[in-house]
């Protein structure tokens, strides 16, 4: 099981439900797809037996954190009713929170956000970052600014999943996603949310061009003087298979495992991986060559 430092620096810690997250090296966040039509594992844990065996070999392959969603957002995908939502993802998060590691619920729906704080997640994962509005009225970010202490990551995205790759962002991403996601810490803040509750995902595929997800790599550094931890999610995306000529998402592990560890060394804090095995191995490798420079 991970383990935290419970009094480390706040700086250097991602506040969320129950833990104090230490970021002082990055961490893994393992994704668990409980939903028929994922891109990149054809919904292979789609019900909660199969999603939380699933996420049992994330952890004992050295997952960090588990990210648990029950919608596909793979461009073009169709939106999931609510109800089919929670009825993927409630069993799921309702047995998970008892293994005493951090949970995220990976949903832009306000109504699922809310259910699974209640039954103790830990962190709200939302592509939309909390601009949506649920059927009871209730704002994705109230849901958020009301819980005392959940983590939150908010996440850029052009247009959204139906026609996000039919209209891609135009011209330079990189001012665009950090002037995004800096409004929208800025509205969190000024609901009473603290900054070491927030993290930042710049969105790599989500209506974004191979070039521009490539510029926001490279110019990473430029979205950490917002002063927020960066979540970084490359795994399987289609840029990979478009750089490589790997078609299948599932056979981009090579490809997946380099962009991770690119992203970490640019300064990314969290990596969202499909393949943990093969992401942790990397980094401890990575990691010990880090620590002997620096002796």
């Known amino acids: 099981m991970p383990s935290f430092l419970p009094s480390a620096p706040l700086s250097a810690c991602w506040k969320t439900a129950r833990f104090r997250i230490d970021l002082s090296r990055p961490r893994v966040m393992g994704i668990v797809n409980v939903t028929p ?44 009713p609510l109800e089919e939502e929670l009825a993927r993802v409630v069993p799921v998060v309702r047995e998970a929170v008892r293994w005493g590691v951090p949970i995220s619920v990976d949903t832009y729906k306000p109504e699922v956000m809310a259910e699974c704080l209640a039954l103790g997640a830990d962190i709200v994962n939302d592509i939309w970052a909390l601009r949506r509005t649920g059927a009871d009225g209730r704002r994705a970010e109230d849901v ?9 990551v908010l996440m850029h995205m052009h247009r959204q999943p139906q026609d996000m790759q039919v209209q891609p962002m135009q ?30 995902d710049y969105g790599i595929g989500f ?12 110019r990473q550094r430029e979205l950490l003087t917002l002063g927020y931890p960066l979540l970084a999610g490359w795994s399987r995306k289609s840029t990979l298979g478009r750089l490589t000529g790997v078609e299948v998402a599932a056979e981009r592990l090579g490809a997946s495992v380099a962009a991770a560890l690119l992203a970490v060394q640019r300064g990314a804090r969290i990596v969202r991986v499909h393949d943990v095995a093969a992401t942790v191995q990397a980094l401890q490798v990575w990691m010990a060559l880090n620590e002997r420079e620096e002796t």
């Open 37 to 80: 039509d994922s891109f990149s594992d054809g919904g292979a844990h789609a019900d909660a037996t199969s999603g939380l065996r699933h996420a049992e070999t994330l952890l004992k392959e050295g997952a960090d954190i588990l990210d648990v969603g029950g919608e596909s957002t793979r461009p073009g995908a169709p939106p999931v």
């Open 144 to 152: 958020v600014a009301q819980d005392p202490a959940c983590g939150v």
């Open 171 to 200: 011209g330079d991403a990189v001012p665009q996603v950090r002037d995004f996601l800096a409004a929208r810490a800025a509205a969190l803040r000024a609901r009473g949310v603290a900054a070491e509750r927030i993290v930042l």
């Open 207 to 218: 209506g974004k061009t191979v070039e521009q997800n490539l510029d926001l790599l490279a």
